[in-house]
């Protein structure tokens, strides 16, 4: 980064840690740090500067790290999933994955020593790990049914994978794009059910119709963090679906980039995402900068969008557009994969697909192209007792972060606690549609609990005079067509006492009633 031209500002930690050395450099001193064994390492480079790589250090499981990848759109293939499943494999009990909110996939248990190795790994199918931590774009999201849905306005698979060329080189990395003043998330959106929650995106293109021709309509600013949370807003821009996307992307985040220091984005971290500086400037002045980057006046956005569906989960049977085939949607709780459950994903996706896998935002997998005629023998198969076509309606839609048993964040435990409890209440409770609850450990709502039918955020809370895990309470988001962030409705509720909260909310406003015993 190069300050000299810029007035004089206060860097933050993070900041001057970029400025003594970029993250990407620390790729080429893998070996060195197998050598010397992460206990010796320097600890910018421990914490800060390996996330670059996709590689983050968790002091609760000090030796053992995970690498977050990067697929773009959800889509990958058998081979990149058995590769995956491999990866993990090795070590054993600690080894495992977990399907993320981004359509993507963390890998757990990975050893230092093992890094370069398992970035070759990566890089031989295909795939990388590159610019998925700190200040980078994250994993960009679309439709998981992309070309395959029936539904469908446009396939959005060719402008993320183009985008994520783009921003990653070619994974190989890029220094052009990933010295932002912090994260940023983008999604591409070309089916009618806001399948990307463009809403809490940095940047989001959604489905327009303007004089007739498809495009997108550009949101700006959406993001959940500690400090605040704040919905996208309109940018007043239509693009065509085309490379006009990924240049319009390009001209925003170098702006974002560029004036992230003479606009205070890079003093405090707090204030330092996208839409702060849209606070700063105003949208009309965003755009225009916007505009004198790109070189050209963007069109204004079409009057409505097609975003006119509720938000669907893909779960279970669906015919596809190409006649004779269905994509099954596997359930997998939580989120949580093993080797195992991968390397039989990624066989089911031989025997009765294409080889092809898809990811979705609900931490769940999708199955396309089964021949028709082969749905009833793929229903018999042994996995779908693990991961089902028909779960019951609360742990069907569950979604959870990964909780303090691997992130320091994390104030309290969330998988187990959250797949545990939906099937109690499952089993107590007639529920006569899905509810969503979102489970997160903190207050970074990693598993968007603002976004929740019912959210819950872990904190801490005071029982018979002791401070014990608790959460505190959100309500009334929705996802879909109209979608809109829930709000704080109870605070420090004792983890122990949830269970009956959640019964008499449930009941009162989901039409729930007990069953017979």
Wanted: aromatic fraction near 6%.
């Amino acid at each position: 980064m190069t300050v000299a031209a810029e007035k004089k500002v206060k860097l933050n930690k993070i900041e001057q840690i970029k400025a003594q050395k970029h993250g990407l450099e620390v790729k080429q001193e893998l070996e060195h740090f197998a050598k010397i064994g992460w206990e010796a390492m320097n600890e910018d480079d421990l914490i800060v500067r390996l996330k670059w790589l996709g590689i983050f250090f968790r002091p609760v499981t000090p030796g053992k790290f995970m690498m977050r990848l990067r697929i773009p759109n959800g889509v990958l293939n058998s081979q990149q999933m058995q590769t995956l499943a491999n990866i993990i494999q090795r070590y054993g009990n600690d080894g495992s994955a977990d399907i993320t909110t981004r359509q993507n996939i963390q890998l757990r248990g990975i050893r230092l020593e093992d890094i370069g190795a398992i970035l070759q790994q990566l890089d031989a199918v295909g795939m990388t790990s590159l610019q998925s931590g700190m200040d980078n774009i994250r994993n960009l999201t679309g439709s998981p049914v992309a070309g395959i849905d029936p539904h469908e306005l446009f396939d959005t698979r060719e402008l993320n994978y183009k985008l994520q060329n783009m921003i990653t080189n070619h994974g190989q990395g890029s220094y052009e794009f990933s010295d932002l003043p912090r994260k940023l998330n983008i999604a591409i959106d070309g089916a009618r059910d806001n399948s990307i929650h463009a809403e809490i995106n940095d940047i989001a293109f959604i489905p327009a119709f303007k004089d007739e021709e498809f495009g997108f309509n550009v949101l700006i600013g959406g993001y959940l963090s500690a400090q605040r949370c704040a919905e996208a807003l309109p940018m007043d821009v239509w693009v065509p679906p085309n490379d006009e996307v990924i240049d319009l992307c390009r001209a925003i985040l170098m702006v974002y980039s560029k004036n992230g220091l003479s606009e205070g984005l890079r003093e405090n971290r707090a204030k330092a995402r996208i839409m702060c500086l849209v606070d700063k400037w105003g949208m009309e002045k965003f755009r225009t900068v916007v505009e004198q980057e790109l070189g050209k006046t963007l069109a204004n956005a079409a009057p409505k969008d097609e975003i006119t569906m509720e938000k669907r989960d893909h779960i279970g049977i669906h015919p596809q557009i190409q006649e004779g085939y269905s994509y099954i949607g596997l359930h997998i709780p939580a989120g949580r994969l093993d080797a195992e459950g991968m390397f039989e994903v990624a066989r089911l996706a031989d025997v009765y697909g294409n080889g092809e896998i898809r990811l979705t935002v609900e931490e769940n997998a999708i199955i396309p192209f089964v021949a028709n005629e082969n749905i009833d023998a793929f229903l018999t198969e042994p996995l779908l007792q693990r991961f089902s076509t028909n779960p019951s309606p609360l742990s069907r839609s569950l979604i959870s972060c990964t909780g303090a048993r691997y992130c320091n964040f994390a104030l309290i435990e969330t998988k187990e606690r959250g797949v545990k409890l939906a099937k109690e209440l499952d089993n107590e409770l007639n529920i006569p549609e899905r509810v969503r609850i979102h489970w997160t450990g903190c207050p970074n709502s990693c598993a968007q609990v603002q976004a929740a039918d019912i959210g819950l955020m872990g904190t801490k809370a005071k029982k018979d005079g002791k401070v014990v895990e608790g959460v505190n309470l959100f309500t009334g988001g929705k996802v879909g067509h109209g979608a809109k962030l829930g709000s704080l409705t109870e605070k420090s509720i004792p983890c122990d006492d949830i269970k009956s909260v959640l019964k008499d909310l449930l009941i009162k406003d989901f039409g729930a009633t007990i069953k017979d015993r």
